[in-house]
């Protein structure tokens, strides 16, 4: 056989090739006769409140990014993330176990355990690999895991991995999720849920599951990647907004999000729960190490969170002033006070042209509607960050009025 040129693209013939590009196409042209297809807009600069994307030069507002500290384009970040590239290579070629822990791995472990108030931190390549990992590794068919409605599909998935009874609870309702409890005889229960549900902006009510678990005997995880650094007085996350600070049993979050946006995630707790998961987590054991630039950029931010929280302080202003200026204005904002602003307008195609719109304006928002939220609940979902100035709160929230106006979704 002849080698192919470079850059031609291989023609598949296969009977086998070409039934699955016959069903795959089948269902992709089902996803946007209904209207769900997921287009990915490309941009063309750092991620930040102003970016520009292809096609165009004019920089726009950005509120739909997980960039809730603003940290994702920080030139103090990046140029320690550079420091740590130069003097420890591009990645290590490696699991943890074999040869792929350096010093500044078990430094950012040591942090972040430090900011949560733990013993101590494992980290994985995503926060959808630590929630992976973890329910298999610690839970048998004696156990039994209770599990919210509402949880992240990186949760879901996690618990259909392991051989626990599985069990959900209506969302956020402890009535329901106590009788679950009560009627439990298994081994270890552990009670899992989201702090912050991302699509609503709701808060998990952790005070009473925390004492539920007290009263059953229960352990709880929280996952917190939408409250780690920016939520909360400190931005200690969810268990500080409702105060119970030390009594979350297992914290799993994120690095890829108000933590510099690179990548990486983690599960921080007691020591023996880590140290079994070194040996017994399958994406811990089979994924290659973090690589030292992203590492980097999570030393550098804890630092940063370590010895100040002016900058959670500063989302949580920011946040104010847009829920309240769009709720006098005569919008529903669903959530509770958190960065993430759902706008509810109801209708799936309303949804999809007022973020239309909102781009002529030169504001980057996403229309989000059914299946991704249920339906006759479609809303645009905004983010705040702390980098966004109040003259962009403001710009942005004009900009709604207009739309909102000219859709006749306000007066």
């Known amino acids: ?141 004696e156990d039994a895991v209770f599990s919210d409605e509402l949880n992240h599909a990186s949760i879901i998935d996690g618990i259909r991995l392991c051989k626990a009874k599985k069990q959900r609870y209506k969302h956020r309702d402890l009535k329901d999720l106590e009788q679950q409890l009560r009627a439990s005889d298994a081994r270890m229960k552990l009670i899992a849920t989201d702090g912050v549900f991302s699509m609503d902006g709701n808060i998990a009510p952790l005070a009473r599951i925390v004492e ?80 030292p630039a992203v590492v980097g950029v999570g030393l550098k931010v804890m630092d940063m969170l370590l010895n100040s929280s002016e900058l959670s302080q500063r989302v949580q202003s920011n946040t104010q002033r847009f829920r309240d200026a769009m709720t006098k204005a005569g919008f529903t904002i669903a959530g509770e006070n958190h960065p993430i602003c759902p706008v509810m307008l109801g209708d799936a195609r309303l949804a999809s042209t007022f973020a239309d719109q909102m781009l002529t304006r030169g504001i980057y928002v996403i229309g989000f509607s059914y299946p991704v939220v249920p339906q006759g609940k479609a809303r645009i979902r905004v983010q705040i960050s702390a980098a966004h100035t109040e003259a962009e709160i403001d710009r942005a929230v004009q900009a709604f009025i207009e739309v909102g106006r000219g859709l006749k979704v306000i007066q």
């Open 1 to 141: 056989m002849s080698l192919r040129a470079v850059g031609q693209v291989r023609q598949y013939s296969a009977a086998a090739q070409s039934q699955l590009r016959e069903l795959l196409g089948q269902q992709l042209e089902g996803i946007k006769e209904a209207g769900t297809f997921k287009a990915e807009r490309i941009i063309t600069s750092a991620q930040s409140t102003q970016i520009t994307v292809q096609g165009s030069d004019q920089k726009i507002l950005n509120f739909c990014a997980n960039n809730y500290l603003g940290l994702a384009n920080n030139p103090e970040i990046v140029k320690y993330s550079q420091q740590l590239l130069e003097r420890y290579g591009a990645g290590l070629s490696s699991v943890r176990f074999i040869c792929g822990t350096q010093d500044i791995h078990k430094q950012l472990e040591q942090k972040i355990a430090q900011f949560h108030g733990r013993e101590d931190t494992i980290l994985y390549a995503s926060c959808f690999d630590a929630n992976a990992g973890i329910f298999e590794a610690i839970l048998t068919p």
């Open 212 to 291: 539920l678990a007290k009263k059953y005997d229960a352990l709880v995880f929280v996952d917190e990647c939408h409250a780690t650094g920016f939520f909360g007085a400190t931005g200690r996350g969810t268990e500080e907004y409702d105060n119970v600070m030390g009594e979350v049993d297992i914290i799993n979050s994120t690095l890829g999000k108000a933590l510099g946006g690179a990548s990486g995630g983690y599960t921080t707790g007691p020591a023996e729960l880590i140290s079994f998961l070194r040996q017994k987590s399958r994406p811990y054991l089979f994924s290659n190490t973090l690589p």
